[in-house]
């Protein structure tokens, strides 16, 4: 089985800017004017052009906004450096949301991307998450 994510926007330059200037990747394959592949994580990330107003899903009556929004599902971006990566992230449009936290697995910035999808960076410290995980 493999995993691709999908990332609505409605503009497909902004989002290639942020992704690759912000984040790091690199432009794989162009879909037309409507999609992007973007590669160098675990699974390819893909950006669908999909106008602000247009119906999220056939099943359901919301429509698309790009302003701040919350959704149960966000994308988390291992860093080496957390300053360095936040420096990079906030001068290609997200926005800080919360303060850089330092936990005992590691550190965490939460932030929103241009397109208003929450997205957070995270540096781990030691044995990153094996730090709190119960040993069985």
Same mark, same amino acid.
């Given at each position: 089985?493999a995993?691709l994510v999908n990332?609505?926007?409605?503009?497909l330059?902004?989002?290639?800017?942020?992704?690759c200037?912000g984040l790091? &990747? *690199?432009?794989?394959? =162009?879909?037309?004017e409507?999609?992007?592949?973007?590669?160098?994580?675990g699974?390819p990330?893909?950006? @669908?052009?999909?106008?602000?107003g247009t119906?999220?899903?056939?099943?359901s009556?919301? &429509? *698309?906004?790009?302003? =701040?929004?919350?959704?149960?599902v966000?994308?988390?971006f291992?860093?080496?450096?957390?300053?360095?990566? @936040?420096?990079r992230?906030?001068a290609?449009?997200a926005v800080?949301e919360?303060?850089?936290?330092t936990?005992?697995?590691?550190k965490?910035a939460v932030?929103?991307d241009p397109f208003?999808h929450?997205?957070?960076?995270?540096?781990f410290?030691g044995?990153?998450y094996?730090?709190?995980?119960?040993?069985?």
């Open positions: 089985m995993l990332i609505d926007v409605d503009d330059e902004k989002g290639v800017d942020f992704y200037r790091g &990747l *690199r432009v794989g394959r =162009r879909f037309g409507f999609a992007i592949e973007l590669l160098g994580l699974a990330l893909y950006l @669908l052009v999909k106008p602000a119906s999220a899903s056939p099943m009556s919301q &429509l *698309r906004t790009y302003g =701040r929004h919350w959704t149960p966000h994308l988390d291992v860093v080496d450096d957390i300053d360095t990566a @936040l420096q992230v906030l290609a449009g800080l919360r303060d850089t936290t936990q005992v697995w590691g965490l932030l929103a208003g929450g997205i957070c960076l995270v540096e410290i044995r990153g094996d730090e709190i995980a119960d040993a069985e």
